[in-house]
């Protein structure tokens, strides 16, 4: 049986009654999901947990959204005014946590192969998962650099509020991160304490800090020469200053307080310079934190849980086994 055979059966309801070949019969009879309608099923079924208790900073009247064409496809999501989390929660919990932070090259939140599906392999697992759709820059916001950062650092902090309940060690969620979510990760895990918006309520108290990062074909740095140039240009715009790409290349911001790194990087990946990863790994040697780096032959860019047939398909059991190790 496929596995798309098995998730139509398992939407068809209890079928205890039925033989293992009727069982076959009826999956297989069944109209096969596409992968965007698994996708689709799995976010819309996800529990939402809101980031912000009214407006986002600095101010939800200065939301502009993007026009949407007609082939725009769902799980590219954009028009982002209000920030949140999708939770999805394992069947066997190991009490560990991840904040999962898609790509999209700051134009928009690809939430199905680097939200849906990495949930779904970290939730086997036992991870509880916390998928992060946050404002692009590109969309009105005053300050437009500082936005993803400020839903990062509070998505952080929401979690370590409201998880406890589920059974998630609060001291062991750590954060993962795609592409240009790659590159908000990486800040998340450099400048965690840096202050990006004023406290709104007794969220704030919480430490913004990872446990750990997991950085999958990230962008790094904003250096012209080696950054991935459409998330340089949402995020920055067009001519940045010497100062505003210090401030946003991650490699640049390491420090003593930077909590242990994994990258994982295809050598092949024609979008983001594999010395992206680079960088970072040189980055995090000299200021002597821990870190991981698994660059593969293959795998291209976007490969999400993995490419198959790559080497990039390992980088999720290398991720999990590198985190018990911590």
């Not at 209000?82 to 991840?98: E, S």
């Not at 024609?270 to 002597?288: C, G, K, T």
Request: aromatic share 8%; with cysteine; net charge neutral.
């Amino acid at each position: 049986m496929t596995d798309l055979q098995r998730r139509a059966l398992l939407a068809l309801g209890t079928t205890a009654a039925l033989t293992p070949a009727a069982l076959h019969a009826k999956a297989s009879a069944a109209v096969a999901p596409t992968p965007g309608q698994i996708w689709k099923n799995h976010w819309d079924g996800a529990a939402i947990w809101p980031l912000w208790p009214d407006a986002p900073p600095p101010g939800h009247g200065e939301f502009a959204g993007t026009a949407q064409g007609p082939d725009a496809v769902w799980h590219y999501i954009r028009n982002i005014d209000q920030p949140q989390l999708r939770v999805f929660l394992p069947q066997r919990p190991n009490g560990a946590g991840v904040l999962v932070i898609p790509g999209g090259g700051y134009e928009f939140v690809s939430v199905g192969n680097e939200g849906v599906d990495v949930a779904d392999i970290f939730n086997d697992l036992g991870y509880a998962v916390f998928v992060l759709s946050y404002r692009l820059p590109a969309e009105g916001w005053r300050n437009p650099a500082v936005v993803p950062l400020q839903d990062a650092q509070r998505a952080m902090r929401v979690i370590r509020a409201r998880s406890a309940p589920l059974g998630v060690n609060v001291e062991r969620v750590a954060v993962v991160g795609f592409s240009a979510g790659g590159h908000l990760a990486a800040m998340l895990a450099t400048a965690h304490a840096r202050r990006v918006y004023e406290a709104r309520d007794a969220v704030d108290q919480q430490s913004a800090r990872p446990f750990a990062a997991g950085l999958v074909y990230p962008v790094i740095t904003m250096e012209a020469r080696m950054t991935h140039a459409g998330s340089r240009g949402h995020l920055l715009g067009p001519a940045p200053s010497a100062a505003e790409v210090t401030a946003w290349s991650a490699e640049r911001q390491v420090d003593a307080t930077t909590p242990p790194c994994f990258l994982a990087h295809a050598c092949d990946d024609d979008a983001v310079p594999v010395e992206n990863s680079l960088w970072f790994l040189d980055a995090m040697r000299s200021a002597a934190r821990p870190v991981e780096a698994h660059l593969f032959q293959e795998g291209r860019h976007a490969f999400g849980v993995g490419r198959p047939g790559t080497p990039s398909a390992d980088w999720i059991g290398l991720y999990s086994t590198w985190l018990r190790r911590l």
